[in-house]
């Protein structure tokens, strides 16, 4: 099993920025993949941004040039940074573990408002 657990959310304006945090323990060895989803209310959670073991990211178009995904491999620590942020960004943020051959594993979720 893998735990994952996400921190950094919080109010911020728009144009502004947070960094997002996620630990991951248990049994790391088998993931291949981590990323950020995010979800409002009432709609489906999306993928915004993932990092594989050899360091290929992906980035939802709306949010290339903005995000940042990265990993602290020693730490056991994946991030995403945010700058220019906008209102349509505010959703619960989840950190996502994908390991080999099919198990997902869900962090808690963290609030993530951008408004004036």
């Known amino acids: 099993q893998v735990q994952l657990v996400e921190s950094g959310g919080g109010l911020v304006q728009p144009g502004g920025s947070l960094r997002l945090s996620c630990e991951a323990s248990?049994?790391?060895?088998?993931?291949?993949?981590m990323g950020w989803y995010r979800q409002v209310l009432g709609n489906e959670r999306e993928l915004v941004a993932s990092?594989?073991?050899?360091?290929?990211?992906y980035y939802l178009d709306s949010v290339k040039g903005r995000f940042t995904v990265s990993r602290d491999i020693a730490k056991n620590m994946l991030y995403l940074q945010m700058n220019s942020l906008k209102p349509e960004d505010t959703a619960v943020y989840y950190c996502?573990?994908?390991?080999?051959?099919?198990?997902?594993?869900w962090g808690q979720g963290t609030q993530v408002t951008v408004s004036a």
């Open positions: 996502n573990a994908k390991g080999f051959p099919r198990p997902q594993y």
């Open positions: 248990g049994s790391i060895g088998s993931i291949y993949v």
């Open positions: 990092i594989t073991n050899g360091g290929s990211t």
